[in-house]
């Protein structure tokens, strides 16, 4: 990722989750009863508008109104609040209450920098270095976010953890001094910076520690590190194993939209570990997992729609997803490629030479005869003699021993052809 393209990110993290905050309200006004906080907003008092502006912003305690809420910010900003410099230049950033203007933010923003604001220093260098109504300049704007993050601001640390463990910006690249400015990030809260500290202690398999931060981003909001955590309490790692909670961990995740915990959200649905068994939500999460380009889902997914467990049986799907599936490489689809044509119907015409080919493509692979012992069950509970077929097709390819388990199991199955073979063999 370019350095533009980063500070853009964090820069929207930013606005979107620090402006108007609550931590930048005065404290001698923040538990106060609305009523005695209008008092002193009328006395004009600077701090007391800051936080009427936040409460009208959020709509705490009072009906949201922007306009009111920016009116309120600029009036106070104009007075020399530093807090109310920073809100107004982040309101006229983003739109709130007032006319998109980026001057304007810019202009308030270095306003209150100037009055060494450690987010307002920080929103200036992010403005330097994306060119937003002021020339291009990475080196001031890294110079800016420098000081930012020297003040304490918690998103300025975290952009230089990311500088030193990158080099961008010309810094050389230093581990060391990217682990500080990231645990100077996490200290200050910053959920990012919480998960890719826990990242980091998980990586050197220091799971209490790595436990810690992970579960602090993630009780933050951090789909992530959600994932992460639930990793940890699948495998017990840094905390007991707990199954349930690790399914718990992985939905939330989900449902924020991260790939890799709709896919074991999904499996685990399908498996009934850490909740009950539900093939209907295991295939909605595998379709989930799929749009988010988790490739591996492929085969569960035809799989479901194969075997028509919590869904109607639709051979058409199952195929068209097993096809995916091999075209990512999973060879495990060749076999329901294979049934889905030697038994026809639910959207597909049965096709034996095309059921051989796919046949012919798991031997190639060398997982032909696991394959058939993975999908007997399958093929006896449409017809018996199909499995006697295909145990067939493994003798004459020299599996012999493979063969004749599976012939003995079709015979069982009640295969005709099977047993007369057994019998005219000696078996």
Request: hydrophobic share 40%; charged share 25%.
């Amino acid at each position: 990722m370019n350095l533009t393209a980063r500070i853009l990110i964090i820069f929207l993290l930013l606005l979107s989750g620090v402006s108007c905050s609550k931590k930048e309200a005065q404290a001698d006004f923040k538990n106060m009863p609305l009523d005695d906080l209008r008092a002193f907003v009328d006395k004009g008092d600077l701090a007391a508008m800051t936080e009427m502006s936040y409460r009208l912003y959020v709509g705490e305690g009072a009906e949201k109104d922007l306009n009111e809420s920016f009116a309120l910010a600029k009036k106070a900003a104009e007075g020399g609040y530093v807090r109310a410099m920073y809100n107004t230049g982040a309101m006229y950033q983003t739109g709130d209450g007032v006319s998109l203007d980026m001057k304007a933010a810019f202009s308030w923003f270095m306003k209150a920098a100037e009055k060494d604001y450690p987010d307002a220093m920080y929103a200036v260098g992010v403005m330097y270095g994306q060119g937003l109504e002021v020339e291009k300049d990475d080196v001031r704007s890294l110079s800016w976010i420098r000081k930012a993050a020297e003040k304490g601001s918690g998103h300025a640390a975290f952009y230089m953890s990311y500088v030193y463990k990158t080099g961008t910006g010309g810094v050389s690249i230093d581990e060391s001094e990217a682990l500080r400015w990231l645990q100077q990030a996490a200290d200050k809260n910053i959920p990012k910076a919480c998960s890719e500290l826990g990242i980091h202690y998980y990586g050197i398999e220091d799971y209490p520690k790595a436990f810690q931060w992970t579960q602090k981003a993630a009780e933050a909001g951090d789909a992530h590190a959600m994932y992460n955590l639930a990793v940890m309490y699948q495998h017990g790692q840094g905390t007991e194993e707990d199954l349930e909670t690790s399914f718990s961990w992985y939905l939330k995740a989900s449902e924020l939209g991260h790939g890799e915990a709709a896919r074991f959200t999904a499996l685990m649905y399908n498996l009934g570990e850490g909740t009950e068994r539900n093939v209907p939500e295991a295939l909605k999460w595998f379709l989930a997992a799929a749009d988010r380009g988790i490739k591996i889902v492929y085969y569960s997914i035809g799989m479901i729609y194969f075997n028509g467990e919590g869904t109607e049986t639709d051979y058409a799907k199952a195929r068209d997803w097993s096809l995916k599936a091999v075209e990512n490489g999973d060879v495990n689809a060749y076999m329901i490629l294979y049934c889905i044509y030697t038994f026809g119907g639910h959207g597909v015409q049965r096709d034996n030479q095309e059921a051989m080919k796919w046949m012919q493509l798991a031997d190639q692979q060398g997982v032909g005869a696991q394959i058939v012992k993975d999908f007997r069950m399958a093929l006896v509970r449409d017809n018996p003699d199909y499995l006697y077929d295909l145990v067939v097709w493994l003798w004459n390819r020299g599996n012999k021993d493979e063969a004749l388990g599976e012939m003995e199991y079709a015979a069982r199955a009640g295969s005709e052809k099977a047993t007369e073979w057994l019998k005219s063999n000696g078996h």
